[in-house]
């Protein structure tokens, strides 16, 4: 697409670059965009490159191939190792004094969620996110260090926690994770394609006895115990091997309250006040403390409650995500992607979110894709609104190429993963990764080379 010959007024940023702004992206350049994307990492993908299980190779190598075609759609340049922020390379205002008449923040959840209780400080406390980022190789992550024991409790019954013990089990030869649930088996998280993964060691009988303990409210709730028995009985059935002498097991309707110590500062177990089921006015399930209390024996904790936005972007939000217009002016499928600013009681203009920066930890890749283009069409309205204005492509790479920092470009991109390729080819493995920046860069030639 010739930039030349583009709507004036139709030149929009993309901030983020996993899998919502990506697709956000090829939506706009689509419909007559001329569209930037900027994204804090070298790589695109965000968390289908940096948050889903290592070993799912297939899995990433075909987003890879769909996220390259994307990039190659006219229209859309690609710069990645840029923070846009408070405190990053540029702010949302110096975008908008480059030109940008429309900006589509697709950062995901960038943040973590704490339960705020005593002991989380503790060495040994971690939250899931960022071992995620770890075992991915995501730098800075990549070189962080975490003391991880032998008895690991993993608060939350998500997907994320059976990645988490599926690492803790097969990588850190834990010996046993706990996944504690303030909630009854009802409020699990997670799918059984991802249970097959470790129900090999799964202590059946455990879990079989909790499901027992907490029939009774269930059926007063009308919920119905035999799923989740027929949810392992169904991953049983195709059960990947497993190492003996390591168990995993669920504890449900036990709510954290503190984490203990050693003499050392040293995480060496959890208190939990066991919780009671009950309909909440508006017909939801909510767990009410009891007052009793059970202490677990654990030398490790990591958190697996869901993510929140980073405020460092200098957008209002509430909650765990971004504030939206609740009276919504261009609304796509009943929703609102507008940022609203509650101070001043009126839409951020030009500001519009998507994906997980819309609605944290929501839905894989189907779902982010679909709302990044939902995101894009709503931008799209907007942008229609608004007065020709001559578009200032030039002067945007002008002031990228004037950044004290080198940019990725998409052409960057292709240079790094024809490393990477002979890297993986050399050590005879099916996918590599480097995990530090520095040498991301220089084997795209944009630094000198290390000293060695």
């Known amino acids: 697409m010739d930039p030349n010959i583009l709507t004036p007024q139709l ?26 994307i900027f994204n804090r990492d070298i790589k695109p993908g965000g968390l289908a490159e940096y948050g889903i299980y290592p070993r799912k190779t297939k899995m990433k190598e075909g987003l890879r191939a769909q996220f390259r075609q994307l990039l190659a759609t006219p229209g859309i340049e690609y710069y990645g190792n840029l923070v846009i922020g408070q405190n990053g390379d540029l702010t949302l205002d110096d975008l908008r004094g480059l030109g940008f008449r429309g900006m589509l923040v697709a950062v995901g959840a960038q943040g973590t969620k704490w339960l705020g ?68 088996p009802a409020e699990i998280k997670f799918d059984k394609k991802e249970l097959e ?58 709510s954290p309250v503190r984490i203990l110590s050693d003499s050392s500062g040293h995480v060496n177990g959890m208190e939990v006040e066991q919780t009671m089921l009950v309909r909440t006015a508006n017909g939801e399930t909510a767990a009410h403390g009891m007052g009793l209390y059970q202490t677990l024996d654990i030398d490790t904790v990591i958190f697996a409650i869901g993510d929140q936005v980073d405020s460092s972007l200098g957008l209002p939000t509430t909650g765990a995500e971004f504030t939206k217009n609740p009276q919504p002016r261009f609304p796509v499928e009943g929703s609102s992607y507008e940022v609203f600013d509650p101070a001043a009681g009126k839409p951020i203009e030009d500001i519009f979110v998507a994906g997980w920066a819309r609605k944290a930890s929501t839905g894989l890749v189907g779902l982010a894709r679909k709302d990044g283009s939902n995101g894009a069409k709503a931008l799209l309205q907007y942008l229609a609104t608004l ?23 998409n052409a960057d991109l292709v240079r790094l993963e024809q490393a990477e390729r002979e890297r993986a080819a050399a050590l005879g493995v099916p996918d590599f990764k480097f995990d530090h920046n520095l040498e991301m860069l220089e084997v795209m030639g944009l630094i000198q080379p290390l000293v060695k």
Do not use: C
Not at 139 to 160: L, Q, S, T, W
Not at 387 to 409: W, Y
């Open 387 to 409: 007065p020709p204005q001559p578009a200032n492509i030039e002067g945007v790479r002008a002031r990228l190429r004037a950044l004290p920092k080198p940019l990725v470009t």
């Open 11 to 36: 030149m929009a940023a993309v901030i983020g670059a996993g899998p919502a702004g990506l697709f956000a992206a090829r939506e706009l350049a689509n419909n007559g965009a001329y569209v930037f």
């Open 117 to 184: 209780i005593p002991g989380e400080h503790l060495d040994g406390v971690y939250h899931a996110k960022d071992l995620v980022y770890h075992y991915n190789q995501l730098p800075p992550y990549a070189d962080m260090e975490f003391h991880i024991g032998k008895r690991v409790a993993v608060v939350g019954v998500g997907n994320v926690m059976l990645d988490i013990a599926h690492w803790l089990l097969e990588e850190q030869k834990v010996d046993e994770v706990i996944a504690v649930a303030r909630r009854g």
């Open 197 to 254: 993964s470790i129900v090999g060691y799964l202590d059946v009988p455990a879990v079989q006895m909790e499901i027992q303990r907490v029939t009774p409210q269930m059926l007063n709730l009308g919920q119905d115990p035999n799923n989740l028995r027929q949810l392992i009985a169904d991953a049983l059935d195709k059960a990947a091997p497993v190492n003996a002498g390591r168990g995993f097991r669920m504890q449900f309707l036990a």
